[in-house]
């Protein structure tokens, strides 16, 4: 039958209900991926007229444009108007006003996009026949009471915590904001010019063949482009995959296969890998950056690449489906 499956992010109390592994695991997981990344608002391009038609109000040198409206107004006023707008789209369609008022809402607007992103937070992908977690992952004390606390509510008390975690969260943890549904909004506000430009480059974020998933907790990293041979290797002796674009892995399915646990090795899968349900990842802190960004860290060197550890994993797992589909 196979047991149903959720990815936690513990910290944020938050969810993604997978269903059964075998059914979801060979989907591209490019939104995991992304939920990953840190969305980074960029300076708005400085475009001129003939480039792009944009208003001419906005077109004005920087002098015109400090002596009326919004910007001839106080900080101080200024800072209490950006301050009282709780919508992402409310700050972006002010901020696009001008360069001066982007800039102004830029720490406003960061601060609300940071808080869509998984990036450097614990997250598991718990089965709902485990009745432990790893020995890795410690609930904090108020996180225990509050999972205990639920469980005195229910018709069969558990006294332990992590036993009740999976159905605790369940009922309790939000489902993630989709940044699908994030990025199609931004990209729906009536902008142009500019505005519309840096939206774009934003939110516009494909796999990168440089995309390196990082596990911040033990200073490893998967990079997409082994990945990606991966991929190759795999269209090569199964030419019918070419047509299913929708099965080639990402750094998004790397983070699956190492994250998941359960104390019942009950994965409806066909490959038989131990690690798939006892994944040496579960509840580490994760993000995905350019590979420029590691390589940029003062302590890139002690950073390990198990990138062909992981390619093993995946490659085993690929080719049992797929003997299996033949069969």
Known sequence: MGQYWMILNLDKKEKMFLGKLGETFFEVHSDLQDTLKAFALPEMPKLGAKKIQYSLALLTNDRDCGRRGLLALPAEILAEITGSLDSIYDLICLAAACHHLWE???????????????????????????????????????????????????????????????????????????????????????????????????????WHRSDVLRNLSKRLYVRQAVLNKLWEELTLRHPQLKQEWNMAPCVGNALLCRICWSTSDNAAMNVKEESITQGPWAGDRFDVVHMRELKMDSEFPQWQDVSEEVFAVLRKCWESELRCNAE
């Not at 960061?110 to 609930?139: F, H, N, Y």
């Not at 931004?186 to 774009?200: F, N, S, T, W, Y």
């Open 104 to 206: 102004a809402c830029r720490v406003l607007i960061q601060k609300q996009l940071k808080g869509t992103t998984w990036a450097g937070c614990r997250i598991i992908c718990l089965g709902d026949e485990s009745d432990d977690l790893p020995p890795t992952v410690a609930l904090s004390e108020v996180e225990q009471a509050e999972v205990l606390e639920w469980g005195n509510t229910t018709s069969e008390p558990v006294d332990y915590a992590p036993a009740l975690l999976w159905s605790y969260a369940a009922e309790l943890y939000e489902y993630r904001d989709d940044d699908v549904n994030l990025k199609r909004g931004l990209r729906m506000l009536i902008l142009d010019g500019p505005p519309a430009v840096a939206i774009e480059n934003m939110t516009d974020r494909p």
